[in-house]
C-alpha cells in the first residue's frame, strides 16, 4: 500500500527567503509525482507534474525534483512571497488506474 | 475553456438524508474521481469512473456511490448520511484513467448536522 508523507507540517518564513518542501513515498513503482497548491475551504491546483522519467520540472519561482530510487521529491520555491501561503500537497498515482494517494499537506506562512 | 465546475458550492444536511453531488469535466477529459477532504488532512480517494465504467473504489461504506454520464459529466450519492461524512468533497479530471494530470474542482463544502 502506498503511503506519502510530507515534511515539515508547517512552515512559516519571511518574506523573499528560498524553501524547501519535502514528499516521501513508499512505492517506488511511480509513473508520476504532482504536487498541488490548496487555499483555505478550496479546491486543488495543479503545480507540476513530474514524470517518473524526469528528474525535474520548473515552472516560473517553483522547482519540483524526483528521485524515485530513494521515493522522495522536493518543491523548492524561490523569493517566498506573501500570496505563496497556502497548503502544499504531493500525490502520486497508483500503477493500475488514477487513484492519487495524497501526503497530509505542508502548511506554509509567509509573512511580510 | 472552463475547468472543472461542482454543485452546489456548499450543503448543509440532516443526518439521515441523502445528497447528490456534481461534477463536470474539462472539456475532452473522459475520467473522474472523486475524493473526500477532512480538515487538516490530505484528499481520500473515494472513486475514479472512465469511459462510464467504475475504474477504482477506495475505502469507503456502500452508501456512497456515482455514476458518470454519456457527456462525462458524474454525480456522487451519498445516502443515510452521518456527522462523519461532513467534508470538502473534490472532483478531479484527467483525460486518460491512469498517469495523466488530475485537474480539481473547487469543491463541494458539506455539512451534515
Known amino acids: 500500500k502506498q503511503e506519502v508523507t510530507q515534511i515539515p507540517a508547517a512552515l512559516s518564513v519571511p518574506e523573499g527567503e528560498n524553501l524547501v518542501l519535502n514528499c516521501s513515498f513508499t512505492d517506488s513503482a511511480i509513473y508520476n509525482l504532482q504536487w498541488f497548491r490548496q487555499d483555505p475551504g478550496k479546491g486543488l491546483t495543479s503545480l507540476l507534474l513530474i514524470q517518473s522519467s524526469q528528474r525535474e ?14 521515493g522522495r521529491s522536493t518543491l523548492y520555491i524561490a523569493a517566498s512571497q506573501p500570496g505563496d501561503s497556502a497548503t ?10 488514477g487513484k492519487l494517494t495524497f ?8 509573512h511580510p | 475553456d472552463a475547468g472543472v ?6 450543503l448543509i444536511k440532516t443526518r439521515g438524508q441523502q445528497v447528490t453531488l456534481r461534477c463536470s469535466p474539462i472539456s475532452g477529459h ?5 475524493y473526500q477532504q477532512v480538515l487538516g488532512q490530505g484528499p481520500q480517494f473515494i472513486f475514479q469512473y472512465y469511459e462510464k465504467e467504475e475504474r477504482g473504489r477506495g475505502n469507503f461504506p456502500d452508501r456512497f ?13 451519498v445516502n443515510a448520511l452521518l456527522l462523519g461524512d ?11 484513467a491512469g498517469n495523466t494530470e488530475a485537474f480539481f474542482g473547487q469543491g463541494t463544502r458539506l455539512t451534515v448536522v
Open chain 2, 30 to 34: 473522459k475520467s473522474v474521481s472523486w
Open chain 1, 88 to 97: 502544499y500537497l504531493c500525490a502520486v498515482p497508483s500503477p493500475s488506474y
Open chain 2, 86 to 96: 461532513s467534508a470538502l468533497y473534490l472532483c478531479a479530471s484527467s483525460l486518460e
Open chain 2, 5 to 10: 465546475t461542482q454543485s452546489p458550492t456548499h
Open chain 1, 103 to 110: 501526503g497530509q499537506g505542508t502548511i506554509l506562512t509567509v
Open chain 2, 65 to 77: 456511490s456515482a455514476r458518470q454520464f454519456p457527456n462525462y459529466s458524474s454525480e456522487l450519492n
Open chain 1, 57 to 70: 520540472q520548473t515552472s516560473g519561482r517553483l522547482n519540483a525534483s524526483l528521485d524515485k530510487s530513494s
